[in-house]
């Protein structure tokens, strides 16, 4: 008795096995497209997120420490020569920390219209156009380390 339900066993695991196969195989088959569209849409999908991770990641800048052990000294001569109030200071210090507009603002607590104010008063003090020049020019000038 134990053989025949044994037997009886066997065959049903291998006609439901048979059934599952031919009803995978009809499913491959019939939506192939799919399946491979599907695919292709994790491969795209993973490789945008991967790709926005690495590109919108937070850039660390590193400033340089003076090179002697000396605390940093503002040339005040200089500051009161340019006209540079302390707030424009600020913004300078920030400018040559790396920071966007948007991140200063943030830091400063200011809306971004304020700092693009500031920026543009503090570039026609110093005579420049660009960020990278306000920050040659402020560093020559002993304004920021």
Do not use: D, W
Request: a positive charge.
């Amino acid at each position: 008795m134990k053989r025949i339900v044994l037997l009886y066993g066997l065959c049903g695991g291998l006609l439901i096995a048979a059934l599952k196969y031919t009803e995978y195989r009809f499913l491959v088959v019939e939506h192939s497209l799919e399946i491979y569209g599907g695919i292709v849409a994790l491969v795209f999908a993973g490789l945008g997120i991967r790709l926005g991770q690495t590109l919108t990641r937070e850039k660390v800048v590193v400033v340089p420490a003076p090179p002697s052990g000396a605390p940093f000294v503002r040339n005040q001569l200089k500051v009161e020569e340019f006209g540079i109030t302390p707030r424009e200071i600020e913004i300078l210090e920030q400018i040559a920390s790396g920071r966007s507009t948007r991140e200063i603002a943030e830091r400063l607590f200011v809306s971004e219209n304020t700092v693009k104010t500031h920026t543009s008063r503090l570039f026609q003090k110093l005579n420049v156009r660009r960020r990278t020049q306000a920050v040659q020019v402020a560093q020559e000038s002993g304004l920021i380390p």
